[in-house]
């Protein structure tokens, strides 16, 4: 599954059963974010009986899967009144019951409040995941009430080559050395650029989600790589709200070597 990296958290918190009842997603790019979404969704509902789920999830034409769009300039109340009425029983076909609001920003006041009530009395078998180019067009209160992950899509989806096997050589050196200058000598002395930085935490992140995927029958393998993960995750999460790239690979470094005794 091909997923936007920062999306995959979501799939961790499945997972480890941690799993948030709503989540308000920022992107550039929502019809591609939608499909991300769609791709988890498949995997949140798997049960053993539900052998045609994803092909109705491709279809649209899953019960227990409601995507709201905007009608017309907004999403109405009535809409989100109709979610209402669908999921006041539990779902057959798959574990939860889950909507989809795209262009969430585009809420009004009357449709906001409605949604509220979702986010304010959560239901255990109901997840939601709304999605919008701008979070601070969305109320407060929904905000307060969701877990909210920033995604951000390149028009040019291709890994760059150089940064690959620059990182491939960096976690070897993290892991195989006790060089303090690496960061010096293997990032900093190429990129220095924010988005660079960030480019290569992604990398580093897929690279270990796939180890993490790869080993699912070795829990201690798998409890490496789930700590690796959390830490590059939340190196992205500190570079996001500009931290010091310099102190932030320095730390990255420390934990990870840490994590690997």
């Known amino acids: 599954m091909d997923v936007a990296d920062k999306l995959k958290v979501i799939i961790k918190q499945y997972e480890k059963n941690m799993l948030s009842h709503a989540f308000l997603i920022q992107t550039n790019n929502t019809d591609k974010c939608l499909e991300d979404i769609k791709e ?36 109405k109340k009535g809409q989100l009144e109709e979610l209402e009425k669908k999921f006041s029983t539990k779902p057959i076909y798959s574990k939860y019951n889950t909507y989809i609001i795209t262009n969430a920003d585009k809420m009004n006041d009357s ?6 009530k979702f986010l304010e009395e959560p239901e255990s078998n109901i997840i939601g995941f709304l999605i919008a180019n701008n979070k601070e067009n969305v109320l407060p209160t929904i905000r307060s009430r969701c877990e909210i992950i920033n995604v951000d899509y390149k028009k040019d989806k291709t890994i760059d080559k150089e940064k690959k096997e620059l990182v491939d050589l960096y976690v070897d050196k993290i892991y195989n050395t006790n060089d303090y200058l690496i960061n010096k000598n293997i990032i900093l002395s190429k990129y220095s650029e924010r988005t660079d930085i960030e480019e290569i935490l992604s990398i580093m992140f897929d ?14 393998k798998r409890s490496k790589y789930d700590k690796v993960l959390d830490i590059i995750q939340d190196k992205l999460n500190i570079l996001r709200y500009n931290g010091n790239i310099e102190l932030l690979l320095d730390s990255l470094v420390i934990e990870m070597r840490r994590s690997n005794d």
Do not use: C, H, Q, R
Request: glycine fraction near 2%; charged fraction near 25%; hydrophobic fraction near 40%.
């Open 40 to 75: 988890i969704v498949k995997v949140i509902n798997k049960t053993k009986t539900s052998n045609n789920l994803e092909k109705l999830i491709d279809l649209n034409n899953l019960p227990s899967l409601v995507i709201i769009e905007p009608d017309g300039m907004f999403i």
């Open 111 to 116: 449709s906001a409040n409605t949604i509220l």
């Open 207 to 220: 690279k270990f989600y796939e180890l993490y995927k790869d080993n699912i029958n070795d829990n201690i």
